[in-house]
Antibody
Framework: QVQLQESGPGLVKPSETLSLTCTVSGGSISSYYWSWIRQPAGKGLEWIGRIYTSGSTNYNPSLKSRVTMSVDTSKNQFSLKLSSVTAADTAVYYC??????????????WGQGTMVTVSS | SSELTQDPAVSVALGQTVRITCQGDSLRSYYASWYQQKPGQAPVLVIYGKNNRPSGIPDRFSGSSSGNTASLTITGAQAEDEADYYCNSRDSSGSVVFGGGTKLTVL
C-alpha cells in the first residue's frame, strides 16, 4: 500500500528556510494531488498547500508569500520550502495525499509527521 | 478564507451515540471530511464526501450535512474512539480549511 515519509532537518534557525521532502512508496506519485499540513504542539491542523504532479500549486493565503512546493516524479517525491521562519512555524509537519473531488478534499494517506523546531 | 467551528470537547458514555459538529459557510457548498487523531499519531480519515467510509473504518462512523453544519456521528461509541476529531472543507478560493478540533471523551 502507498506510504509517505517526511524527511528534513528537525531544527531550523529563525529567518532561515525550512525544507522538507516527502517520499511516496508503494505506488506512483503521478496523477494525484499532494499536500503539506502542520500542527503546532497541542493545537489544531493547518493546511499549508497542495501540489499536483504537473507542478500546479495552491497555497494557504496566510502562508503564500513564504511557501514554495515542488515535485520530482522521477524520485516519487514532493517538497516544501517555507522561508523566513519564526518560532510560530514550530510544528509537526505532515505530508498527505489529497483526494480532490468536485465537492470535497479528503486526505486519505498521511505520513507519520516530522517535528520541526525553529530556534537559534 | 472561510472558518470551520467545532466544539472543543464532547463526551459520551460507552456504547451510546455521539454527534460531533462542524459549522461554516463553506459547508453550504462543499462536503466536510472527518479525521480521527490519537495522541502522538497522524490523523486518520474516517468520513469523506456525502457519507463515505474508507476501507477499514467501522460502520459505527457516519457523516451528514444540513445547511452550514456537517456532523460526524458515532453510533455505539467504543473506548478506542476516544480521540481528537477534525473536520475540513474547501473554501471558495479553493483553499483547504480545518476546524479547530473536538476532543472526544468516552466515559
Amino acid at each position: 500500500q502507498v506510504q509517505l515519509q517526511e524527511s528534513g532537518p528537525g531544527l531550523v534557525k529563525p529567518s532561515e528556510t525550512l525544507s522538507l521532502t516527502c517520499t511516496v512508496s508503494g505506488g506512483s506519485i503521478s496523477s494525484y494531488y499532494w499536500s503539506w499540513i502542520r500542527q503546532p504542539a497541542g493545537k489544531g491542523l493547518e493546511w499549508i498547500g497542495r501540489i499536483y504532479t504537473s507542478g500546479s500549486t495552491n497555497y494557504n493565503p496566510s502562508l503564500k508569500s513564504r511557501v514554495t512546493m515542488s515535485v520530482d516524479t522521477s524520485k516519487n517525491q514532493f517538497s516544501l520550502k517555507l522561508s523566513s521562519v519564526t518560532a510560530a512555524d514550530t510544528a509537526v509537519y505532515y505530508c498527505a495525499r489529497d483526494q480532490v473531488g468536485a465537492k470535497d478534499d479528503a486526505f486519505d494517506i498521511w505520513g507519520q509527521g516530522t517535528m520541526v523546531t525553529v530556534s537559534s | 478564507s472561510s472558518e470551520l467551528t467545532q466544539d472543543p470537547a464532547v463526551s459520551v458514555a460507552l456504547g451510546q451515540t455521539v454527534r460531533i459538529t462542524c459549522q461554516g459557510d463553506s459547508l453550504r457548498s462543499y462536503y466536510a471530511s472527518w479525521y480521527q487523531q490519537k495522541p502522538g499519531q497522524a490523523p486518520v480519515l474516517v468520513i469523506y464526501g456525502k457519507n463515505n467510509r474508507p476501507s477499514g473504518i467501522p460502520d459505527r462512523f457516519s457523516g451528514s450535512s444540513s445547511g452550514n453544519t456537517a456532523s460526524l456521528t458515532i453510533t455505539g461509541a467504543q473506548a478506542e474512539d476516544e480521540a481528537d476529531y477534525y473536520c475540513n472543507s474547501r473554501d471558495s478560493s479553493g483553499s483547504v480549511v480545518f476546524g479547530g478540533g473536538t476532543k472526544l471523551t468516552v466515559l
